[in-house]
């Protein structure tokens, strides 16, 4: 099982990115699905998850502003980033919680 992250980059404080992860998992769509992110000096901690069931969960700093979300015929989850602050800077990972996998990672940087 692979999972392949992408959509980070560099963005004003304010704007939005969108991030993509497809999972070549033949269970993904029963599977849980999961965004966690890792800040320069900090633990990996969670962002957003959405089970198979679409049932989400968010981290508090991101509530309001992130919204996940998953494409069960593409295998893809996604996390839409609205209103992106300096303090969302991180390498945001996919993981596949069932397979205990994760993705390579993506870079997203928000310049003040």
């Known amino acids: 099982v692979q999972l392949q992250a992408s959509g980070g980059g560099l963005v004003q404080a304010g704007e939005s990115l969108r991030l993509s992860c497809v999972a070549n998992?033949?269970?993904?769509?029963?599977?849980?699905m999961a965004w966690y992110r890792q800040a320069p000096g900090k633990e990996r901690e969670l962002v957003a998850e959405?089970?198979?069931?679409?049932?989400?969960n968010y981290a508090d700093s991101v509530k309001g502003r992130f919204a996940i979300s998953r494409d069960n015929a593409k295998k893809m989850v996604y996390l839409q980033m609205n209103s992106l602050k300096p303090e969302d800077t991180a390498v945001y990972y996919c993981?596949?919680?069932?397979?205990?996998?994760w993705g390579q990672g993506t870079q997203v940087t928000v310049s003040s």
């Open positions: 959405i089970t198979g069931s679409e049932r989400t």
């Open positions: 998992d033949v269970f993904f769509s029963i599977s849980t």
């Open positions: 993981y596949l919680r069932n397979r205990a996998r």
